[in-house]
C-alpha cells in the first residue's frame, strides 16, 4: 500500500556518515508513494553528493537557501510539505534546533517547520558517548516537548547508529497519517503457538504471523501504543516473546491485570489443545497414542478480564455461527477467513460485525487497514 500517497516529504540530512543510507531511504519513502524533496547542510554534502539524493528523488536537491526561500515554500505557512523528516541528524543540529539557531539549511527548515507547527520527526545518529552527553539528554528532551516526534538509535558497537529505514519510514506515515488511535493501548497476540510433545518435538501450527505483524503496524502508523504477544519481533511496537499457548495467555492477562487494554486483537493461533508431555525424547520406530487436553480460551478471559474492544479471528468459512455467537457475547469484530490464507500474502477475508459483513480481498496489510478503518 501506498501510504504516503499524495503527500511530500522533505527529507533533511545531515553531517553523519549514516547520510550514506538516505539514497535508500529516499527511494523507501517514494515507493510508500511520497513525493521527496532532499535538503543536505554543507557537511552532509561531504559525506554524500547531492547529486546522488537529486537522482533518488527526482527533484534537486537544496544545499543553500536561495531566493526562492525554500525553506518557506516547503515549511513556510501553506507550504508544500506535508513532513521535516530529518534522517539523519547530528548532536550539533539537534543543539541547534534546540536553540533555535538556523545557520544550515537543514536548521533553518527545522525552525521554519516548528513556526508553522507541522510535523517534524528526528533520527539521531552519533557516537553512544555523545547520544549520553547530558546536555543532548536535555536537548532531545525539549525536542520532545516541542512535540517533535524522535526515533531511538540502535545502540551497537559504541555507537548510535540512525534507525533502520524500515523503522524510519514507519515514524514517517505515524507523524503524517493523523493519529487517529493516539492514546489507545492496543494488545495483539500474533503467529503459531508451540506446544512441546517431548524435549525435541512440538505440536504447532502453519501460521506466520504475517496477519498479526500488519495489524500492529497499522496500529502504530495510526497512533497507538502497541504490545505483541508472539515470538518473534516487529519494529516500533513493544514485543513480549511468548512461544507456547500458555506463555501467550500469562503475558496477556499480565497486561490486561497491570496496564489496561483499550482494543485487543487475537490474531493469533493459539493452541486449542496441549499434548501430556513426556520427559526426554520419545522413541521412534513404535506407534505412538498422544493424549491432547484442551486449554482454555484466551479471548473469553481479556473479555472478562479488562472488556476492550475485540477483534477476533476464525479460520474456515464454516465457523459463522460461530463467529455471530462471539459477536453476540460482546466481540467488536470477527475476521473469518479460509486456511489456505495461512501464510499467504493476499488473501480474502470477511470481517463481521454488529451491522453486517464486509468483504476484503488484498495484501495482509491492506486488509489490516480495512480492520482498523472499520473499528474506527
Known sequence: MKRLSGKTVVLAVTGSIAAV???????????????VQA???????????????????GRPTITRITGLVEHVLYCGEGGAADLLLIAPCTANTIGKIACGIDDTPVTTFATTALGRGMPVVVAPAMHESMYRHPGIAENLERLRSWGIDLIAPRIEEGKAKVA??????????????????????????SGACAEPLDDVRVLTTRSTGQMGRALALEAFRLGADVTVVHSGSFPCVRNIHATSAAEMRSAVLRVC???????????????????????????????????LDPLPKVIDE?????????????????????????????????????????GAAEGSFSLMTADGVTEVSGSKEEVAAAVWSELL
Open 164 to 189: 533502520d529505514n524500515e523503522t524510519i519510514v514507519l515514524h514517517a506515515e505515524r507523524a503524517i497519517l493523523g493519529r487517529p488511535l493516539s492514546g489507545k493501548r492496543v494488545l495483539i497476540t
Open 302 to 342: 481479556v473479555m472478562a478480564a479488562c472488556r476492550p474492544v475485540t477483534v477476533a479471528f476464525k479460520l474456515g468459512w464454516h465457523e459463522e455461527e460461530r463467529a455471530r455467537a462471539m459477536l453476540n457475547a460482546g466481540v467488536r469484530m470477527v475476521v473469518v477467513n479460509a486456511p489456505v490464507v495461512m
Open 21 to 35: 543510507e538516505t539514497v535508500k531511504l529516499a527511494h523507501a519513502l517514494r515507493r510508500r508513494g511520497a513525493e
Open 257 to 291: 491485570r497491570d496496564e489496561g487494554v483499550d482494543i485487543y486483537a487475537s490474531a493469533a493461533a493459539i493452541s486449542d489443545f496441549a499434548p501430556e508431555r513426556r520427559e526426554g525424547k520419545i522413541p521412534s520406530g513404535s506407534p505412538l497414542t498422544v493424549r
Open 39 to 57: 535538503v543536505m547542510t554543507e557537511a552532509a554534502a561531504g559525506i554524500i553528493h547531492p547529486d546522488a539524493l537529486t537522482y533518488a528523488t
